[in-house]
């Protein structure tokens, strides 16, 4: 299995940018895919980002395309999510997640979760 721990959340103002680090451990030398997901006070999680093992291939949510980045540095089994031109609507907790296979938007199909960093856009 992999673990998770997800760093560099914080409070900016609007348009500002953060960048997210997704530090993986453990089972890392198997291919895994690593997504992006986050969740607002009294809403539901939902899929921001994801990228493929090799990082060859990335998805993003609609919502943040143009915007977001990930990236991954498998040497460091570490994933990044940039964060450009933030919104106060993008407040938000955000976890990383990992599954050992392709890539998914769906929070279900990751069996494995960091706790999360808080992130808040002030206007």
């Known amino acids: 299995q992999v673990q998770l721990v997800e760093s560099g959340g914080g409070l900016v103002q609007a348009g500002g940018s953060l960048r997210l680090s997704c530090a993986a451990s453990?089972?890392?030398?198997?291919?895994?895919?690593v997504a992006w997901f986050r969740q607002a006070p009294g809403k539901e999680r939902n899929f921001v980002a994801a990228?493929?093992?090799?990082?060859?291939?990335?998805y993003y949510a609609d919502s943040v395309k143009g915007r977001f980045t990930i990236s991954r540095d498998n040497a460091k089994n570490t994933v990044y999510l940039q964060m450009n031109s933030l919104k106060p609507e993008d407040t938000a907790v955000y976890y990383c997640?990992?599954?050992?296979?392709?890539?998914?938007?769906?929070?279900?199909?990751?069996?494995?979760w960091g706790q999360g960093t808080q992130v808040t856009v002030s206007s």
């Open positions: 990228i493929r093992s090799s990082g060859g291939s990335t």
């Open positions: 997640a990992a599954r050992y296979a392709s890539l998914s938007v769906k929070g279900s199909d990751y069996a494995y």
């Open positions: 453990g089972r890392t030398n198997i291919n895994y895919a």
